[in-house]
């Protein structure tokens, strides 16, 4: 295998595959990249068997050919190349050169034949999304992504259609996040799919610039195709639970609150919570909120906010790292809070939201001490 190639062009292939590439493995292959010299170019792709990332990009191609080459290792290499460099790739056996300028480095690799084969899919079941819906639903619902490997359905994002609604829904049983868009999206009703938070963190990474991502799905799983990137993603096995059924009808207790304010305020007052349940107080009153916070051996805080309310009186807890990470996915001034009882789920919902999107945040309580 002989090819060329610019550092910069070789740099850009390299960074979108690495996210791929596992910090720690008991299979040495999946340490490397695989390299593929063919007519149109290079191929390059990178896995850790659930995730795995493959890009094309453009080189002069002498000969055709495959290796696989340590990931870390080549990617210092390139790093530290001149800028202006054209690197000239000569592969004999698994000796992989790499010749720019006045030097030369020599990497040992391993067989492309031992590199796990990627999933075969079905081009004709192609599902079209726009880029702008992907990133905005990640963004607002990734971050409830439970971390409880023993909970295995709550570690990724559900994906489900009804209706010709898009739902994307994600929750560690203290919180719960739901972005639902309207549009066409026929061929996948029926299919709920459960997809790991960091295969769609490196979708929409790849996905900026494009106006389009490309679905198909398998049996165990989903593969995004954006521009001349492809992401594979294994799904995850189970049944993600019903959702609607924990989503209160009647927290009629509301209220109003701009979103930079309250984040001001909730950032403020917990500096002197707990660091493990980092629970606030929230008494809510006519006209006012007030945060409040009283940690044995740390301290105690207060600051009260102006807000929209006219109800009964109400003092509810929560974790305050919960409710910043949901405030910080709204992009309106305005939110309102939605609320009932004590030990009832409060939903944080923005004021305005754009025309066929429906944001909703949900936070379990927590009980306060002299509850």
């Keep these: 295998m002989k090819f060329s190639i610019s550092k910069a062009a070789l740099q850009d292939l390299l960074q979108v595959v690495t996210s791929a590439v596992p910090t720690k493995s008991t299979l040495p292959i999946l340490s490397n990249i ?22 094309r990009g453009e080189a002069e191609v002498a000969a055709e050919g495959r290796i696989t080459v340590p990931a870390k290792r080549i990617g210092e290499i390139v790093r530290e190349l001149p800028a202006d460099a054209t690197v000239k790739v000569a592969v004999s056996g698994t000796k992989v050169k790499l010749n720019y300028g006045n030097g030369s480095s020599t990497i040992i690799g391993l067989d492309s034949e031992d590199f796990p084969q990627l999933p075969q899919i079905d081009a004709e079941k192609m599902i079209p999304l726009a880029t702008e819906v992907v990133e905005k639903a990640v963004r607002r619902t990734a971050y409830a992504v439970s971390t409880d490997e023993t ?55 790849l996905a900026s610039g494009h106006a389009q991502i490309n679905l198909t799905l398998s049996k165990n799983f989903a593969v995004f195709e954006v521009g001349p990137n492809t992401i594979y993603s294994r799904l995850i096995d189970g049944n993600f639970p019903n959702y609607e059924q924990v989503i209160p009808m009647n927290n ?36 006012r909120v007030e945060l409040s916070v009283s940690t044995a051996d740390v301290g105690e805080g207060q600051e009260s906010i102006g807000v929209e309310y006219s109800g009964d009186e109400l003092a509810v807890g929560y974790n305050a790292a919960y409710l910043l990470d949901a405030l910080r996915t709204v992009d309106v001034d305005e939110i309102e809070v939605r609320l009932n009882t004590p030990t009832s789920p409060g939903l944080f919902i923005p004021t305005k939201q754009e025309k066929d999107e429906d944001l909703l945040c949900l936070v379990m309580p927590l009980r306060l001490p002299d509850a």
């Design 151 to 205: 909970r295995q359905m709550l570690t990724g994002v559900l994906i489900q259609i009804s209706g010709g609604i898009l739902n994307m829904v994600a929750t560690d049983g203290h919180r719960l996040a739901k972005a639902s868009f309207n549009g066409d999206y026929r061929g996948l009703e029926g299919r709920d799919l459960i997809i790991p938070p960091k295969a769609l963190t490196q979708v929409v990474r």
């Design 34 to 55: 695989l390299i593929e010299a063919d007519r149109e170019g290079l191929i390059l792709v990178a896995t850790d068997l659930d995730l795995s990332i493959k890009t």
């Design 252 to 287: 009629d207790k509301r209220f109003t609150v701009n979103r930079g304010v309250f984040m001001g305020a909730l950032r403020r007052v917990s500096i002197l919570s707990d660091n493990v349940t980092r629970q606030i107080k929230l008494s809510i009153k006519p006209e």
